[in-house]
């Protein structure tokens, strides 16, 4: 069944508010994380996998994927070593189970999220919009009024030394529910298996606009790229519907698999072009655990996707 946009109108207000922030419409592109470079790999589960989740990724030997690695904004010509504009950077993987079927992970490189709906995310950016207009004020009342957006703004984004040496975190939570019918809800993670670094400032001023997608095509053609995928579990009394609250470091962290990266590819292709990553899993065995914002970005990708596809001779389904 054809996915459908549950609220258009919220979706159409992010959107449009996404390319007043990005300084118009660019055609073809993502409103946000819109420069981007894909690879190709292989996802292998953990022992364990399989005692979290009944996904069929979980229990086969190993799942095809498709990784696409981006920077922050919806500037398609953004500079990767620009600190004024170092959003989050995103990672979106998709697990191709069979013939048009698939699921996908979603995280960006700051733990947390501004807001918890995504009605206070169309307020946030729009402060933002004007801030960046001349009307700071506009942005700071906002923040003053928001906690979790203040802190999430001032939380640190270097820059990594490679897109295969940076952190990411899923947004909202997903409830887990293994083949015996026991559920957990929890966060996915991923991390290089070489660890994180980054540059400062200086280190990363003196590196190319594009350095991010340089180093990576070259270390691909040296090495494969290693990224694990653990799930965050949710504590008792952990708020899984609200993707601005943090949960504390000290809770139990679950390892997944492990993603092998081992070639860069064409994000052009039409097929590729076509490709619209979910928020939501649609997977047996991983499903919302009912944060508002799940819903929203889902829908929102889905209209920003199909406006790329209709601008770029895809299908529009």
């Not at 258009?8 to 409103?31: E, I, M, N, S, Y």
């Not at 697990?95 to 169309?122: K, W, Y």
């Not at 946030?124 to 003053?144: N, T």
């Not at 691909?220 to 290693?226: G, H, M």
Request: proline fraction near 8%; glycine fraction near 8%.
């Amino acid at each position: 069944m054809p996915a459908t946009i549950q609220n258009p109108t919220l979706a159409k207000d992010l959107l449009d508010v996404l390319d007043v922030l990005a300084g118009g419409v660019h055609a073809g592109f993502r409103p946000a994380h819109a420069k981007g470079v894909m690879c190709a790999g292989t996802f292998t589960p953990s022992a364990e996998a399989a005692h979290w989740t009944r996904a069929p990724h979980a229990g086969r030997p190993s799942t095809p994927v498709t990784v696409r690695f981006s920077d922050g904004t919806g500037l398609p010509t953004i500079p990767d070593n620009d600190p004024t504009r170092s959003g989050p950077r995103g990672i979106a993987v998709r697990f191709h189970l069979g013939e048009h079927v698939h699921t996908d992970i979603i995280a960006h490189s700051a733990n947390g999220f501004p807001v918890r709906t995504g009605e206070e995310f169309v307020e946030f950016l729009r402060a933002a919009a004007a801030a960046g207009a001349g009307k700071p004020e506009a942005l700071g009342a906002f923040l003053a009024a928001h906690p979790s957006a203040k802190r999430f703004v001032e939380l640190p984004k270097p820059i990594p030394a490679s897109f295969a040496r940076e952190a990411f975190f899923a947004i909202t939570s997903f409830k887990f529910t293994n083949a015996g019918g026991v559920s957990r809800h929890g966060r996915f993670r991923i991390r290089p298996a070489a660890g994180t670094a980054y540059l400062s400032n200086e280190e990363a001023a003196a590196r190319s606009a594009n350095f991010l997608f340089d180093e990576l095509t070259e270390r691909l053609a040296r090495e494969p790229v290693r990224l694990d995928v653990f799930v965050q579990l949710a504590d008792a009394g952990d708020d899984v519907t609200n993707a601005s609250v943090v949960w504390p470091e000290s809770r139990k962290e679950v390892a997944l698999g492990t993603v092998v990266l081992t070639a860069r590819v064409d994000a052009e292709d039409p097929e590729r072009r076509k490709i619209i990553f979910d928020p939501d899993p649609r997977v047996d065995g991983i499903e919302s655990s009912g944060d508002p914002l799940t819903q929203t970005r889902s829908d929102i990708y889905l209209m920003s996707g199909r406006r790329r596809r209709a601008a770029s001779g895809g299908d529009k389904r």
